[in-house]
């Protein structure tokens, strides 16, 4: 069956250390994964989709087959990252599987 | 333009009162999305429409669940006789198509005492 799996609820680190949020995903296709994030009193919004290949606010993800993961990362956290980040796997062509989410906390 | 909106924000019911969720997709989006939101979980696809047409019902977890959208755009989500695991935040997201990017509004927290 298709599952994402986070397996932090709770990450920590100190500003302008490295961040790595990550992502594990079960799924017998070719899989298509995103990250969201969710800040604080906002809305959840795409961060990014790993076909995009492209780099947002400093965030890159790579997806590895090989490990069946698509782990978050960013070379040097920002106090503005603070927020929840969410996995997920496109199913069927538009059914979003989600895991339960890492809330990263960026230390001053 | 105007995201993604949802109405209304919160909603406290009794027991076994019905309630109607409202979305209003960004206009011209083809696709409509509900997602369930637990307490400290991810969402979890309840159902998808492309315009009018409900192709995708699998994730209603019960025949109290019921979704429409009768004009392609507005899609409203009624939950009948809400029971305590019913409380969550319900999502609704809209895209231009399948696979595009979607879009999420605000949710509604629905708490059920």
């Known amino acids: 069956a298709q599952r994402v799996t986070q397996p932090e609820k709770l990450l920590s680190v100190f500003k302008g250390a490295p961040v790595e949020l990550k992502c594990n995903y079960s799924?017998?296709?070719?899989?298509?994964l995103f990250w969201y994030v969710q800040y604080s009193r906002q809305r959840l919004q795409l961060l990014l989709r790993?076909?995009?290949?492209?780099s947002i606010k400093g965030f890159t993800a790579d997806l590895n087959k090989g490990e069946t993961s698509f782990h978050l990362k960013k070379p040097f956290a920002q106090e503005e990252d603070s927020a929840m980040y969410y996995c997920a796997l496109i199913y069927s062509n538009y059914q979003l599987i989600w895991g339960a989410g890492t809330k990263l906390i960026i230390k001053p | 333009g105007a995201g993604v909106s949802q109405s209304p924000r919160y909603k406290v019911a009794k027991r076994g009162q019905d309630v109607a969720l409202r979305c209003d997709p960004i206009?011209?989006?083809?696709?409509l999305f509900w997602y369930q939101q637990a307490l400290g979980q991810g969402p979890e696809f309840l159902t998808y429409?492309?315009?009018?047409?409900?192709?995708?019902k699998s994730g209603l977890p019960s025949d109290r669940f019921f979704a429409e959208r009768p004009e392609g755009s507005v899609s409203t989500l009624k939950i009948q006789r809400t029971q305590q695991e019913d409380s969550a935040v319900y999502l609704c997201a809209s895209s231009r198509g399948v696979r595009e990017t979607q879009y999420f509004g605000p949710g509604t927290r629905l708490l059920v005492l």
């Open positions: 429409f492309q315009n009018e047409a409900q192709l995708d």
């Open positions: 206009s011209g989006h083809v696709s």
């Open positions: 790993h076909i995009s290949r492209e």
């Open positions: 799924y017998s296709g070719s899989p298509e």
